[in-house]
């Protein structure tokens, strides 16, 4: 933190004034998080169409999204809709490439990403 002295004369100081900031909020959308690279994409490649990646990554309303998608899609195939586990397929192929981009991310020293 500075502090900004306005001088009256040169033995003479009075008191400090902070500069006014302002605070931007980020959005959640826009954050972005720093996971470990190594289990992100093990989470994502064999755990993608659950959401485990996006829970780590910080992102729990996009992983709840995947983990109903997925348990949806299955529910609806136990019941008798064959075409329903598409749904199920399309979670696993985006967990699978998630998992291959988070791989194919340059990490920090500490095989860090950020996701």
Not at 12 to 33: L, Q, R
Not at 98 to 112: H, Q, T, Y
Request: negative net charge; glycine residues 10%.
């Amino acid at each position: 933190m500075s502090c900004y002295y306005l001088v009256m004369r040169q033995d003479e100081k009075i008191a400090p004034t902070n500069p006014v900031s302002v605070d931007v909020e980020k959005s959640s959308d826009t954050s972005s998080h720093v996971v470990d690279k190594t289990t992100y994409a093990v989470a994502a490649i064999f755990l993608g169409s659950l959401g485990v990646h996006k829970f780590i990554s910080g992102k729990p309303k996009t992983g709840i999204v995947y983990l109903a998608v997925t348990l949806g899609t299955v529910i609806l195939t136990m019941s008798g809709w064959g075409t329903a586990s598409i749904g199920t397929y399309l979670m696993v192929l985006l967990g699978v490439i998630e998992g291959v981009i988070g791989l194919l991310k340059p990490s920090d020293e500490n095989d860090n990403i950020s996701v």
